[in-house]
């Protein structure tokens, strides 16, 4: 696990403008630094030793003749299975790392490459006598690669913040990615809060030449049930690949742990990944915030040392503006700095952890995949729905009311994924500033239109593999652990794991019959059994468990006065005013503390925003 930057050479001093935008991202890659500068290109990899710890496993890395160059982030796990096809191949190996199997792969294989590989990745390979720059990101995007082509010059790279250092970048906010941010709660397209800077959506690979930048997926999801194994079958299925997914995943030279709460994704990875230490942070003494008692039991009870942390208020808030300089993108997710500190412990003791991000989106984990025919209510003609949803869209909004709003709505207008912060019209009142952002359905649409002859649930979790887990879940996982010098590996995204997951019939991954003590597990239905399965007198319970998410008291907090009162006045600051309407952001911060309404996750949305805000463009990229 490593960090990366380059960029296309056509100033005087790229060495000296290298060095910089790599002590930028020197969290990264703590362990070594490496470069090669020639007059087309300049390359620079911090490194964080996890497989051939030695020097010689130092980037970048040069093929035989020295015609090609690499800089590596991530790791490959059946790399030493390409390794022996390429030495049989004839292919001369300088290292033992999964880094120059990539190289050499790509001399071989070229751009199909990519699907023989299992693993999480960003790469770029410069190939001198043809002068063309290649560059790939893994099938989930578990690893981030960022690109600006300004100015005569391609920046490209494992964070913005990088670019910052480059004389040919022009810093400017991207207003229209502040439009769809309030609605997603996160960047949800390829662009950034940063105009002309942009995502190379994951599974994708880009080729430069000539100053031409092509962008080309080569990868995706294809949900496609097999109805002829019955549920057992499938419960033996998830058990042994996923078994072989985390045999894979513990791949290193160094030792791995694993997180752990009280869910049964990261209790399923800890309990059969055979590590000895595990890590868990909560919130306060109330058990909804707080999954350390859960944790250390279930630790204790498969004889591993589990490491813990109360994350005091005064710690979560004075932490913000470095969570947010190191997002490099504002994300209004509370659970990203729960994260960060989770890091920050497994950090002191080793260099590697498993956790169990993933799992919700392919095996259908979210509560909101059970709504879709979940109730008597669903089984009534659409047009019978519609109309009532009509009538009801112009009634008081009420709890009883939305239900039948909701319904009224097919599963395309109704959900963008896990996060519907602000309505175009919320949105429209909201900010004072233009944009040409589009309306949020038109962003999902793409997405839906992939999966249009899929039931909901399907469509539901393949616009959260595209959007959702890429924008959010993925994005605090690198940013979060990196930022602590930790690489984190998730043993659900694996490629294996999900080839089987397509096939899984929806009503194993969300079951609505009751009949039964085992169908009362509604989502994950038999991912949850294989867990339990597994490890019976362990995640008995835990597989039972209603899904929480990662909690954080944020609508407790904000109805206190320390914090009521730090987020008034930034809601009243000049940078607020510039962007929004002062009157409803405070009806919101009000109605909340009184009572009226939770609306902590709009206010949240909105003062991340303008924290991030203020490290970027009113501290020129400090914290």
């Given amino acids: 696990m490593c960090g990366i930057v380059g960029f296309t050479n056509n100033i005087d001093n790229a060495d000296k403008v290298l060095g910089k935008m790599m002590d930028r991202i020197k969290h990264r890659g703590p362990d070594a630094e490496g470069k090669y500068v020639d007059d087309n290109i300049a390359l620079g990899h911090r490194r ?10 130092d980037q970048p890395i040069f093929n035989e003749d020295n015609s090609l160059v690499i800089i590596f982030n991530g790791e490959i796990y059946n790399y030493k299975e390409i390794r022996e096809e390429l030495i049989n191949a004839g292919h001369k190996f300088s290292t033992n790392t999964d880094t120059e199997v990539l190289l050499h792969g790509y001399e071989e294989f070229g751009e199909k490459l990519l699907n023989r590989l299992r693993g999480m990745f960003s790469f770029v390979i410069w190939d001198k006598n043809n002068k063309e720059l290649f560059g790939a990101r893994d099938f989930f995007g578990i690893k981030p690669m960022y ?36 609605t997603f709660q996160y960047s949800p397209t390829s662009e950034t809060f940063f105009k002309n800077v942009y995502k190379l959506p994951p599974a994708h690979f880009f080729k430069f030449k000539d100053g031409k930048f092509v962008a080309k997926r080569y990868w995706d999801v294809r949900f496609d049930a097999d109805d002829q194994p019955v549920l057992d079958d499938w419960v033996n299925r998830i058990s042994d690949t996923f078994h072989n997914s985390v045999e894979a995943h513990k791949i290193a030279d160094v030792e791995v742990g ?31 915030y707080n999954e350390i008692g859960w944790a250390k039991n279930f630790s204790k009870a498969i004889g591993k040392e589990n490491t813990s942390k109360v994350i005091t208020p005064e710690e979560y808030w004075n932490s913000l503006s470095m969570i947010q300089y190191h997002m490099d993108e504002p994300l209004a997710d509370p659970s990203a ?13 080793l260099k590697v952890v498993l956790s169990g991000e993933g799992a919700d989106e392919i095996f259908g984990g979210y509560n909101v995949y059970s709504d879709p025919n979940g109730t008597a209510y669903d089984k009534l003609p659409r047009f019978i729905k519609r109309g009532i949803g009509s009538v009801a ?51 999902t649409k793409p ?17 959260d593999l595209h959007m959702w887990m890429a924008g959010d879940i993925l994005l605090k996982a690198d940013k979060m652990s990196m930022a602590n010098s930790l690489e984190l590996r ?21 079951t609505h019959d009751k009949g039964t003590d085992e169908t009362k597990y509604i989502t994950k239905y038999a991912m949850r059994l294989a867990a339990k399965k597994d490890t019976p007198e362990q995640t008995a319970k835990t597989a039972a468990k209603k899904k929480l998410g990662f ?35 405070l009806r919101l911060l009000d109605d909340h503390r009184e009572g009226k309404a939770d609306n902590s996750r709009k206010i949240w949305t909105v003062f991340i925003f303008l924290v991030w805000y203020k490290v970027y463009f009113e501290n020129d990229g400090k914290y």
């Fill in 48 to 57: 964080l030793s996890i497989i051939d710890v030695s020097s010689s496993g």
């Fill in 147 to 182: 690109y600006a082509n300004m100015n005569g010059t391609l920046m490209f790279g494992s964070e913005i913040k990088s670019f910052l250092d480059h004389p040919k970048f022009t810093k400017e906010l991207n207003t229209a990615a502040l439009e769809n941010y309030l």
């Fill in 258 to 288: 694993s997180f752990l709460s009280s869910g049964v994704d990261s209790s399923y990875v800890a309990a059969i990944a055979d590590v000895d230490k595990t890590f868990t942070v909560g919130f306060g003494s109330d058990e909804k």
């Fill in 337 to 349: 700095v729960a994260l960060y500190f989770v890091c920050n412990i497994a950090s002191e003791k």
């Fill in 393 to 443: 869209s112009k009634l008081p909004a009420k709890r009883g009311v939305n239900f039948f709003v909701r319904k009224g709505k097919d599963v395309e207008e109704r959900f963008i994924g896990n996060a519907y912060m602000f309505t175009p019209k919320d949105r429209k009142e909201l900010l004072k500033i233009s944009t040409s952002a589009p309306d949020p359905t038109v962003i």
């Fill in 447 to 463: 997405f839906y239109d992939n999966v249009r002859n899929k039931d909901d649930v399907t469509k539901m979790q393949y616009l």
């Fill in 490 to 510: 998730v043993p659900f995204l694996d490629k294996e794991v999900l080839a089987l997951a397509e096939k899984i019939p929806t009503k194993y991954r969300v």
């Fill in 551 to 585: 909690p954080v008291p944020i609508r407790v907090w904000l109805k206190e006065d320390k914090y009521y009162e730090r987020v008034k006045n930034t809601f009243e600051s000049e940078s607020a005013k510039e962007f929004f309407n002062t009157a409803p952001l």
